[in-house]
């Protein structure tokens, strides 16, 4: 079974940082874009990041531009998302899912989605 699995996840206080690994079971990553996703309570699940398969390519949305930031490492067949400045807005369950080029955060597009890590911002 093609699947990802969320990692990282915990509770910090604001201004604190995390970073989250996706690890790919069952295939290798280097053939796909992944993106993170993050669900809040009571909010639909939405696209904070993506990188491109050969990791050239990345976008951030304005949320968490300039304190997140995606990268990959292929040979470990992990993404990484590195969390800095963790604001209370950030809690969530984070997700990561593949998809063969970034380009949209419509999750109905994206596939291999793990059971998520919650990522908790509370003094």
């Known amino acids: 079974q093609l699947q990802l699995v969320e990692s990282g996840g915990g509770l910090v206080q604001p201004g604190g940082s995390l970073r989250l690994s996706c690890a790919a079971s069952g295939f290798t990553l280097d053939n796909y874009a992944i993106g993170w996703f993050r669900q809040a309570p009571g909010k639909e699940r939405e696209g904070v990041s993506c990188?491109?398969?050969?990791?050239?390519?990345?976008h951030y949305v304005d949320s968490v531009k300039g304190r997140f930031t995606i990268s990959r490492d292929n040979a470990k067949n992990t993404v990484y998302l590195r969390m800095n400045n963790l604001e209370p807005e950030d809690t969530a369950v984070y997700y990561c899912a593949k998809r063969l080029g970034c380009g949209s955060y419509i999750a109905l597009s994206w596939d291999g989605w793990g059971q998520g890590t919650q990522v908790t911002v509370s003094s």
């Open positions: 990188i491109s398969h050969s990791g050239d390519y990345t």
